[in-house]
């Protein structure tokens, strides 16, 4: 049986979630809502037919089994509470919730109404992270002792179409806790590779004029052991395909990088799976879809795994309690910063 | 004797080092004032929110020389004001704050002024057979000084399908009050001449202190001149390109905004910054550009594979 699918927001994360929609064996985006007339206007232009102004409304439709979630992160409790509460499965961007008290209230709810809740991590889904995760966890590297997480980007690159930044990323009120963007995936690989972590210094710093921080050092113990420096930036002036972005695991029996699993070159992978996908397509068989851009298909394999998990009523990797640990965590890094105020410089 | 154009380096770069190249340039270049100096807007270039470090946008080191000299040279009392228009993908009311813009105005006690929030007037010019219209903040025509202070770049226009200099003709693209102004990229090199014909800066002073050609270069060069036209002519030379072949140079002498002719280049020798400036090629830029477009089209056409929202 097909999933019918709704669409909550539908921003650059809401039409990613269509594309991606559509390699889906057995999942249909059937629903977009959105506040925006032009964002709808969108949708439509992507062959959506139901359309709706207010995604309560989309919500009632008993149609629609399972919603997915990509409205700025500020509106995500209220409105994956409302979808949960119409009894529908859903996967929510990250971060789940802007608190982690908000996070709990939304793991009760969905344990309330017995649906699926499924989180967007998608950087779990990298291939190499998940190479880099079964080889540390094969025991090839002996046993982490000290680790390294980078990950510096720009919410201010445009993409190709101009178009400026959401108005909202201005807004501090609307961001919450810096860290919940960009931080967020690393504080996640962190707790994903060790298990759970304290605080043991933090730095937040601003290079532009931000109403908030924009770049951050993070260090992080495990309970198992492993201690973890996270570099995350808001910076840079990156242009796709480049991609800032690597883990280093320095372990008692060797060391394993992402840098090490990535391709080298990312238009030159381009070019090989565009055209391995052509064969695929010409010898009948299934494409890999967005394998030439490398990162962007960890979408598609998060969204694979969300659509399995509720055809075979299976519980996601990565649910509210993922969402919770990691949100508190980076809670614990702000009330450090609070306590420590000469370690952190905090935007005013 | 022809135009004068103004070249200064300084190999430290920070706030003494470009404010030394700055009064250097400007004092080769010997500006005199016709009159009262009372008010001044100087136009920077605000690219997105690029930190003036990638070389896309000015340094506002730069422009706090520029905002020095005038106050010490003509006017101590002169009301200066810092422009900039929105754009399709950057708000002033953010790019000034972000760069850190709002910190220079404090701190020199000037006006930052959003072109595009005040009042406009309607012009209409004419280049070639083209006839345009643009909505102009009056206050640009109302000014007693209007400094134009680029940077020395190359880069895609928004469309994205050629290279171009950006640098005192280009910079003048940003005093249209219109945020959405990609509608007038197809015909870039004329609207560019078109709005030099209309606004008349009477001092251009471009910041090279961080250039970008392939990639960012720290030149630590200023360049100053009157001549729009004489500047960029230098400019393309840095940039290792014949002045002759950047079509909005050849365009706006022809259509008399002003010379490319009997340049006296003074302070710096222009074939020693060229040979450390990371040279573009337009043709392969466009080879390359609208090669890779093309064949994403075609591709994700021919497989059914998706393309992500970031590459429409």
Known sequence: MSIKVGIIGFGKMG?????????????????????????????????????????H?????????????????????????????AGKHVFVEKPLAMTSADCERIDDTARRRGVRLMVGHNYRFFDATRKLKATYDSGAIGDAVLSTFELVHGPLAPSLESQPVPEWYFDREKVGMWLLDLGYHLV???????????????RLDN????????????????????????????????????????????GTAGCLSTDRLVPQNLRLHAAKEGIANMLRRITARRIKPLSYTYFYSSYVEEQRHFFDCLQNSREPAVGAKDAFATVRLIEDVYRYCDRVPSAAVRAS | MGTIVGLARTSTIDEAGIRDAVFRALDLVGFETFGPVETVAIKPNLRFYWDYSTGETTDPRVVASVIDYVRERWNASARIAVVEADASAMRTRYAFPLLHYDRLA?????????????????????????????PLPRMLFDTDLFINCPKLKVG???????????????????????????GWHPQINEVIVG???????????????????????????????????????????????????????????KEGVGSARNISIVGEDVKAIAKVFPSRSPLAFKLAWTGQLRMLRLYAKLSGDAVPPLLD
């Not at chain 1, 919500?59 to 409790?77: E, G, K, Q, S, W």
């Not at chain 1, 052991?225 to 320095?250: E, M, S």
């Not at chain 2, 640098?167 to 959405?180: H, Q, S, V, Y």
Request: charged fraction near 25%.
């Open chain 2, 106 to 134: 404090s701190e020199k006690g000037v006006e930052l002024v959003n072109l595009s929030a005040g009042e406009t007037c309607e012009l209409e010019v004419t280049v070639g057979r083209r006839k345009f219209t643009f």
């Open chain 2, 156 to 182: 895609p226009y928004a469309s994205g399908n050629a290279l171009h200099i950006t640098c005192c003709l280009k910079n003048l693209f940003g005093c249209i009050a219109k945020p959405r102004k990609v």
């Open chain 2, 195 to 253: 709005l030099n014909k209309l606004i008349r800066p009477h001092l251009n002073v471009v910041d090279g202190i961080v250039a970008l050609g392939q990639r960012p270069v720290r030149l630590g060069l200023v360049v100053a001149g009157r001549d729009p036209v004489a500047v960029d002519s230098v400019v393309a030379r840095i940039m290792r390109y014949r002045p002759s072949s950047v079509r909005q140079i050849r365009l706006a002498e």
């Open chain 1, 15 to 55: 039409k990613l979630h269509l594309r991606v929609s559509r390699y889906m064996k057995d999942a249909k985006v059937v629903a977009v809502a959105d506040l925006s007339q032009r964002a709808l206007r969108a949708a439509e232009r992507e062959g959506i037919r139901a359309l709706y102004g207010d995604y």
């Open chain 1, 207 to 250: 290079h532009y004029g931000f109403p908030y921080e924009d770049n951050a050092i993070v260090i992080l113990q495990s309970r198992a052991g492993p201690k973890g420096v996270l570099q995350v930036g808001y910076f840079a002036k990156l242009v796709f395909p480049a991609f800032d972005f690597r883990v280093i695991l320095h």
């Open chain 1, 57 to 85: 409304e989309m919500l009632r439709d008993a149609d629609i089994d399972a919603v997915i979630v990509t409205p700025p992160n500020f509106m995500h409790l209220e409105s994956t509470l409302a979808a949960l509460e």
């Open chain 1, 188 to 202: 996640d690989l962190f707790r994903w590779l060790f298990g759970e972590a304290e605080v043991v210094h933090a």
